[in-house]
């Protein structure tokens, strides 16, 4: 149902949204440098499966979509490259604006903090919108069962955030203070994330 180049694609595009500094990643480096590995780790495996969640809205709501309208499909994959056009632009004006927190906070049960991350995930409607933006434009509709095509993009997503958050709160110390030493490190990545949403959203523009 997926080919070989969707699934390099993705997994290369997600990678690098995923590393980016961003809400999600910070707070897992943050709660892992100011509470230690094993919270940054619950912490972050909460917050990668959250995706599950906006994994299901979307292929509930744009498989009905291609059922309903092919048109309708093509137009919410413009919509959606632009929507990754404008957050690439935001990612370079932004760039290298974020730090890591590293102030300490009181214990909290593993199992508290993973349900955290989970629900910080679930709820965010931005990760909503993200999702039905960014999924859509490896599904390829001419090779059929786009339900099955954005259920396992969305299982590679999120297994993909599960093992980079996890090791990023594991090595939430040492990654955050390079992090914060180094504010061109973060500038950079954003920039290239950024390029990597502009990309997206113009190659979608200009295919329709």
């Excluded at 409607?125 to 999924?135: A, E, H, I, Q, R």
Aim: proline content about 4%; some cysteine; aromatic content about 10%.
């Amino acid at each position: 149902m997926l080919t070989t180049p969707q699934i390099l694609a993705f997994l290369a595009t997600a990678l690098v949204l995923t590393a980016t500094p961003g809400p999600d990643n910070l707070m897992v480096l943050s709660m892992g440098m100011s509470r230690g590995r094993r919270a940054g780790m619950a912490f972050g495996l909460g917050c990668a499966l959250g995706c599950l969640s906006h994994t299901l809205l979307a292929v509930i709501g744009i498989s009905a979509l291609v059922a309903a309208s092919p048109l309708a499909f093509t137009l919410l994959k413009v919509a959606g490259g632009v929507y990754l056009v404008w957050m690439g632009v935001q990612a370079w004006r932004h760039a290298g604006a974020v730090r890591v927190s590293s102030e300490t906070a009181e214990a909290t049960p593993l199992r508290q903090l993973f349900v955290k991350g989970l629900i910080a995930n679930a709820i965010n409607p931005k990760v909503v919108l993200f999702f039905l933006s960014f999924l859509p434009q490896f599904v390829v509709a001419s090779q059929g069962q786009v339900e099955w095509q954005l259920g396992l993009l969305g299982l590679l997503f999120t297994a993909q955030a599960a093992l980079l958050f996890g090791l990023l709160g594991y090595f939430s110390g040492g990654v955050g203070a390079w992090l914060n030493q180094r504010p061109s490190a973060g500038q950079w990545l954003d920039r290239l994330a950024g390029t990597v949403f502009i990309g997206l959203g113009v190659r979608m523009m200009a295919a329709r």
